[in-house]
């Protein structure tokens, strides 16, 4: 399988370009990290006004939301910048296990966005670069970014259009997608009609929850103020069932050995590194250590053991990184 | 004389007779126009009209019949004097004792209980904010913190059960003590989950304990409230009940003053003596007991209406300006465990919000840093009557100003991603914001203990001025009784 995933990268990567072009019928191919990938995933409809003429970089849809510049090595105003005061900032979050949360015996951050941001700084300022870490609420994101008090915010952060308005987003990193938590012993099996009768857990204002409004599966849906509440109310038995970014519910699953991952993830939420908007040169600069860094999918590349040290445990059966589309 | 007034049928009729001889006829004619009306409803028939009467009936008929010479008339007169006097009395005891109860009761149970309510509803609030401040610690939660978080549950838990006894079967608090003693060990479970999720550094601790936060909010903190509010209301009930003025009493008491001045009226006339010294004597005792049933009100009333000017209504504002202290201080702490994880509607953050929902219901605005007029600590400063009232609350004020500065460097430092430092702004050592609180509910503690101190002393002074009234009120009219008695007796001493 594995094999197989390794030589899929390329020719999605192909396609996605075409998708740029053409808006054709399997857009995000390049997207998919999973074994069997097509199986599970529901493709977008083809937007129609954009299928005939060219699209590329005037109008940004869910298909080729994902793109971006094509990598570079070259200093520009942005990198130069970052060299001048010596250190990278970074907005991170401090509240998702095995993404970006607090060691209690060091108090210092970690996880797997961590690393990234470490291996991206590594490259801009050398082995003994000094990163800065600020932890940013979701909702201060964006105006971080834009008021510069951070140089880039990786942050389990989905790339769609209404953010790219405002922000630069690297390639994908992860391709994250809503999925189904619940308890092992659970009769839930996926995103589907075993949630009948359930009662399903989501973020207030999420995905989840905009899905679940769409296809409830005869489910009664109870929504908290924040992800992670979901486990709390599963512990205590309020909720049957969650559902929210595969991320954040590998992150619950890792604080409670009782619950699992079910079935696949039913949408397509590509996690990008976010910059300031005219920050091109900084954005080719990450794309290219994100080149890097996913290695093409090898077993012994960066991606690849920042995968097993933090996910595989409660994310499993992902044999390498989403790869690479680019708008120009 | 008023008292004239209020027995003017019968003087109505002396007069009409100047003479003692002249009256038996008058007395007889008007019996002979009553007589016929109880035969009437017989309707003719001559046998029924015997077997109907009653003992009522023949007690009157004697009365009547003694009524028709002056010796029978003076006793009737004695007897309905020592009546009057004796139900004075014996009213004016009832409802003294009354109202001496219902002050008994505003010092020694309502107020006290008016005060648990809030020391419950404090604690709660304590260990809320307390619980987070540990959180934040983390693996350095300190010894004191657990301590303290422990005392205010245990505090809370006892004195619940206190109230549960004290209430007398009251159904507002006794829901609210249900509904408490249901919540509280279901959150104390809660802050365990979250503490022991916290040291083993899942950020799960935090979901668990912002839920127990939400728990306090919206379940426990509203039932104290409403506890606080049941209590206080029984309060105000028990100082209604001791401040009502005893009308029947002093009814009582002018109806047989007055019954007393007529009796004395006619024996003037009829004997030219002046005094009649049992008759005066019966008069000065119940005129004794009306003043001190009026004098001994009126201090009592005026006692009790300063102890809730000067106490209860201060402490009142005090506790619910120590809770939003409590409260904001809460939201302050959370804002560092939620880290942004819980929004308002508008994308502020949630805990930040409630700090300055709860910083807006203490202090207000305020020009140059003084307390808006609306506020809580505006409202105490109001309120306290004394210098010695007024200095903690000033200083209180004092203190959360410094508290706002501080809490805005740390919201800076937060929000610049600065976690640690805003971590160390808030619960470290060197001029945290900590410390402005700690000292807030510290002037805060001291004020409440200045108006308790005033509120016992005004209502011990109301309550004292109701002492023994009841029994002077009683034993005076006994006084009374026995001086209309004799000073009728006397009169009657001239007939054999």
Redesign the interface.
Known sequence: MLNLRAALAPVAAGIGVMAAAAAVLVPTLGGHAFDDGPAWHKAPPPVRGTSQTRPAEERCTAQNAAQSLRPSADDGPAVDRIKEKGQL?V?VD????RWG?????T?KLQGFDIDLARAIARDILGPDAKV?????????RIP?LQKR??DMVVRTMTINCARKEKVAFSTAYFQGGQQVLAPRKSPVTAFDDSLRGKRVCTAAGSTGEAELTKQRHGATVLTV??Q??C??RLQLGRADAVVTDNALAA??AA??PTVELKGRPFTDEPYGVAMNKADTDLVRRVNKVLDDYRGGGAADSPWMQAYRKWLRADLPRIYGPPSPEYSD | MSSEASVSPMPSAAPASSLSSAAPPSFASSEQTTRPAPAEPAGGGPAPAPRRRTAWADGLDELRAAATTEPGRLRVIGAVLALLVLVFGAVAAWEVADRAAAADDVVGRSQPLSADAARIYRSLADADTTAAGGFLA??EESRATRDRYAQDLATAAGLLVKASSGTRGSDRADAQIAALSKALPRYAGLVETART????????G???L??ANDQMRRELLPAARALYDAENDRLAADYAAAKAWPWLALAAGLLAVGALGWAQRRDYRRTNRVFNRGLLAATAACLAALVWLVAGHALARSGLSDSYERGTRSLRVLHEARIDALQARGDENLTLV??????TGD????YEAGFRTGMADLVGAGRKGNAAGGSRLGKALALADDEAGRRPVRDALRHVRQWQARHAEARAA???????QALAKVIGGDRPTRESFDRVDAELQRALAHEQQEFRSAADGGRAALGGLAAGAAVLAVLGAVGAVLGIGRRLSEYR
């Open positions: 900032v907005g401090q509240n998702t296990y949360y607090r060691d209690p015996g108090g800065v870490f600020h932890a940013v609420p979701t909702n201060q971080a008090s951070v103020p924040n992670l509440d486990l709390v992150a619950q604080q409670d | 983390g693996g999720n916290n040291r083993q550094g899942l950020p799960l935090g979901a668990y912002r839920y939620a880290r942004g994880a819980v929004l994308q502020k953050d949630f937060d929000e610049k991603g600065a976690y640690e």
